[in-house]
């Protein structure tokens, strides 16, 4: 079974530019979560998706961020301008409906510069 | 009350040692509580999980700790080993909730050949 995907990786960009990462889940798999991890912290839920619809974005920055999964499947975050602050890990994960075992992707190391 | 605490925040250890990584939680809805071993480069991968009806679980080296009285839980790895060397992160949930997880800080691991 193949797992959570990524990409890109890595990104650079400078501040004030935009950057969107992507997501694809594990099959079947209903609930979605994007988590950004500062070094040295414990990831942090920016946004749950259930299927299309959002569960839980208490913690997004909406005036910057933006996250979206079309046919609930892939997902999209967008950041939109980035600061500097925003230079972190952003973990995808996902889980079964109603399970709580999250799976992680191997996350989009972002440097904002 | 949304905070797990995490010690210690690294910790050396001599191959075939114990490891012991400590969490504590003040939320008392919480009621799954997962740990995550995390490799450089690599998103989080669970490792152990434990819901707090028992007091221990096993599997394999691994050990969960529970005491429900103390809101504290832990992880014991057995007969240590260099290749267990990572980082380790706790997190604690609401199983009837969205199934947000929120992390430790984290616990750096080195096992010394």
């Known amino acids: 079974e193949a797992g959570v995907a990524q990409s890109p990786r890595y990104k650079i960009i400078e501040k004030r530019q935009s950057v969107a990462f992507w997501c694809n889940p594990i099959s079947g798999h209903a609930t979605l979560y994007w988590y950004q991890q500062i070094l040295g912290q414990g990831p942090k839920l920016l946004i749950q998706f259930q299927n299309n619809g959002v569960v839980d974005d208490s913690q997004l920055p909406k005036d910057r961020f933006s996250a979206e999964r079309l046919k609930g499947v892939d997902s999209t975050l967008k950041i939109q301008p980035a600061k500097l602050e925003d230079s972190a890990v952003y973990l995808c994960?996902?889980?079964?409906?109603?399970?709580?075992?999250?799976?992680f992707g191997p996350g989009t190391r972002l440097t904002v510069t | 009350q949304q905070q797990v605490k995490q010690s210690p925040q690294s910790l050396i250890v001599q191959k075939g040692g114990i490891s012991i990584i400590n969490c504590a939680y003040e939320n008392t809805a919480f009621d799954y509580f997962p740990w995550y071993q995390q490799f450089p480069g690599k998103g989080p991968a669970l490792l152990i999980a434990?819901?707090?009806?028992?007091s221990e679980k096993k599997e394999g080296r691994f050990t969960i700790s529970f005491n429900k009285s103390a809101k504290q839980f832990s992880l014991h790895i057995m007969d240590s080993q260099p290749g267990d060397s990572a980082t380790y992160f706790c997190a604690a949930s609401k199983i009837s909730n969205t199934g947000k997880l929120i992390f430790g800080q984290g616990t750096t691991l080195q096992v010394k050949p």
């Open positions: 994960a996902s889980s079964l409906l109603l399970q709580n075992e999250q799976y």
């Open positions: 434990i819901r707090p009806d028992v």
